[in-house]
């Protein structure tokens, strides 16, 4: 469910009509729902009602100051994956107390970074970075905090790109030699065993790979709380969102006329197969949902400047590119394009919809159904809250998108449209070509 809906015939964001923001902050330019995410938040929470449970928001989907302040605000803590991550929720004004920080190659700088903030626990992915970590911490004299993540060789059935819990996958520790690894931290005398972890992949559309995936590790963790009185499991996030009905789908009758085998996952889904084989295990569950926080709570608007009829084909070209939003160039992601003024009189268009950088890649839909657009109207690229902004790029120097957030009727500039000063202000020319 979202809040993005035609009033009459103009796309609004709440009760905000998303042309006024396009002609005020001109366009590309994001714009997020905070009402969505407040929803999306609050179902999965209660989604998983009867768990000691804490959702750490994967804040690398999209790690705008206000969404984070956002998620603050409504009791989230954050899955961080960089020292970058950490001073952004620093700066949101959120502490690091509560959150984890995640990734293949912490630096000792970033490791030194998150034990000065007291973070809750680093996810470690490897034998090698236990011993970084018990350096970085006994230099500092403190105890590193650390869950290791278990590779549960599990099929998530999903981008190729984007999953992550195969054995040939760069992640984690593979099951079998994660006993070892934990009889190893166990001994470090500056680290600390607190937890699990484990994460299979992302923009997963049903609840069969998380159960597999759980149903697989869940022995293991209830030896390891035996064992070494782990205090928390972190079954990761992933959980997908529609992209394909993106506008429909804001609405409970879209849902409730799925049939209930093609029914995508819901957060009530979610919670009703995993809770019963979490909750035995007696320990705190973290999560660590991205996508599903603020995927459908975003769009990018663009507007058309051409629409150039070629040989047997049409290109819409619209002023947002790869560079804004660079998903459908990389993983060929399907994101619904929705005109903000709806004309059902209008006759329909069938085009391939392209920014207007130098690349074949740089299109957003191929031979994609549309009402006739042309100069100067208005499109809204849907379900572009996550891994959108967050992604995007200065490539051919178009300035980083801006980004609005709506709550309400009210809508602000959250992130202002960069200048060309600011793309070039730490380059220069050495002296040896003046
Ligand atoms: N936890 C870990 C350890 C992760 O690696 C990720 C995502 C998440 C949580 C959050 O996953 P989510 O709930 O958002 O699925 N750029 C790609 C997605 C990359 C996901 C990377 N890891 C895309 O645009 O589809």
């Known amino acids: ?33 905070a009402a969505t995410m407040a929803g999306n938040y609050t179902r999965l929470a209660r989604g998983l009602g009867g768990l000691d449970a804490q959702v750490c928001y994967a804040m690398k989907a999209n790690s705008s100051l206000a969404v984070l302040r956002h998620f603050a605000n409504l009791g989230a803590a954050f899955d961080l994956v960089s020292g970058g991550e950490i001073r952004r929720v620093l700066a949101a004004g959120a502490d690091v107390r509560r959150s984890v920080f995640a990734g293949v190659g912490k630096t000792e700088a970033e490791i030194a970074l998150a034990l000065e903030h007291g973070v809750f626990s680093f996810h470690v992915e490897s034998e090698p970075e236990l011993a970084r970590l018990n350096h970085v911490a006994g230099r500092l004299g403190v105890k590193a905090p650390v869950a290791i993540r278990v590779n549960p060789d599990v099929d998530a059935h999903t981008h190729a790109k984007i999953t992550t819990g195969k054995s040939d996958n760069k992640f984690g520790v593979p099951l079998a030699r994660a006993a070892a690894a934990y009889a190893a931290a166990a001994k470090l005398p500056h680290v600390s065993v607190k937890g699990v972890q484990m994460h299979i992949g992302s923009q997963l559309t049903s609840v069969a790979p998380f159960v597999e995936a759980v149903e697989k590790v869940a022995p293991f963790v209830a030896r390891l709380k035996a064992e070494f009185g782990i205090a928390y499991f972190s079954v990761g996030g992933g959980i997908g969102i ?20 093609k029914r995508p996952i819901t957060p009530e889904a979610y919670g009703a197969a995993l809770v019963p084989l979490l909750k ?18 975003g769009v ?34 399907y994101h619904e394009i929705v005109p903000l003024h709806r ?87 050495p002296a040896f070509l003046k």
């Open 280 to 297: 035995p295990l007696g320990l705190k569950i973290l999560l660590e949902p991205g996508r599903f926080l603020v995927g459908n709570a």
């Open 343 to 429: 004309d059902t009189t209008r006759a329909a268009l069938t085009a391939d919809v392209v920014g207007p950088v130098c690349e074949s890649g740089d299109c957003f839909a191929h031979g994609r159904q549309l009402q006739e657009a042309g100069e100067g109207e208005y499109l809204a690229l849907m379900s572009a809250g996550a891994y959108g902004a967050a992604m995007a790029s200065r490539y051919n120097t178009r300035p980083l998108p801006a980004e609005v957030m709506v709550s309400g009727g009210a809508f602000e500039l959250v992130n202002a449209r960069e200048t060309f000063e600011q793309m070039t202000a730490n380059e220069k020319v």
């Open 242 to 261: 529609v992209y394909q009905d993106a506008l429909a789908s804001g609405a409970q009758e879209w849902w409730d006329a799925q049939p209930s085998d």
């Open 300 to 333: 990018l608007l663009t507007r058309v400047e051409h629409l150039k009829r070629g040989e047997g084909k049409n290109f819409l070209i619209v002023d947002a590119a790869m560079n804004d939003l660079v998903r459908p160039a990389m993983y060929d992601s």
């Open 1 to 33: 469910m979202h809040h993005f809906r035609h009033i009459g015939q103009n796309l609004h964001c709440e009760s905000v009509d998303l042309a006024e923001v396009a002609r005020l902050h001109g366009t590309p330019t994001y714009v997020y729902s």
